[in-house]
């Protein structure tokens, strides 16, 4: 039908954003700050929605970088979201973080991950790295290595936040 659960998810995201950059919240956030962090599943989200929604400044997906037939492509997905008919026909995760420059863009992922492990992460980065050359943004992109499995890790990744955001 042409919809897939990751695009719906990525248009709720974008509809959230929309709210809460509106008048008709009670929030009053930087509308040129907007930053998005997801782990896993939401990882996956965060990606394409940041490639997206042109308002987000910047991404840390976390646990969810790799190439497609490595990951979910090899492991399969139950839920089925992370899935796309015929995607690998034309993408693959380098090109959706390739729409995602010159925006920053951070993955950040366990050495012993059993599903998206640190060395996926950075052959995207690295292949992905190709996008942000092109625009004189290199320094926008990275992968950081963590030590461990597939998990939130809370103090690894507000150390990255704090960086980013200060």
């Known amino acids: 039908l042409g ?3 990751e695009g719906h998810g990525a248009s709720e995201i974008s509809s959230i954003i929309d709210w809460l950059c509106s008048k008709n919240n009670k929030f009053s956030i930087n509308k040129k700050n907007i930053y998005l962090y997801g782990h896993s599943a939401g990882g996956t989200l965060a ?6 929604d042109k308002r987000i400044k910047a991404t840390l997906a ?19 979201n992370g899935i796309i008919p015929s995607f690998l026909n034309y993408f693959d995760t380098k090109d959706i973080i390739g729409l995602i420059a010159p925006r920053i863009f951070i993955a950040l992922n366990g050495d012993k991950d059993h599903i998206f492990p640190y060395k996926g992460a950075k052959k995207v980065i690295d292949d992905a790295k190709i996008f942000y050359k092109k625009l004189n943004a290199s320094e926008k992109i990275t992968s950081v290595r963590v030590k461990g499995k597939h998990q939130y890790y809370s103090k690894e990744t507000w150390k990255v936040w704090e960086k980013l955001i200060n």
């Open 3 to 5: 919809k897939s659960l």
């Open 47 to 52: 990606q394409f929605t940041s490639a997206l």
């Open 62 to 80: 976390s646990g969810s970088v790799g190439p497609i037939r490595d990951t979910i492509g090899a492991r399969g997905v139950s839920s089925g």
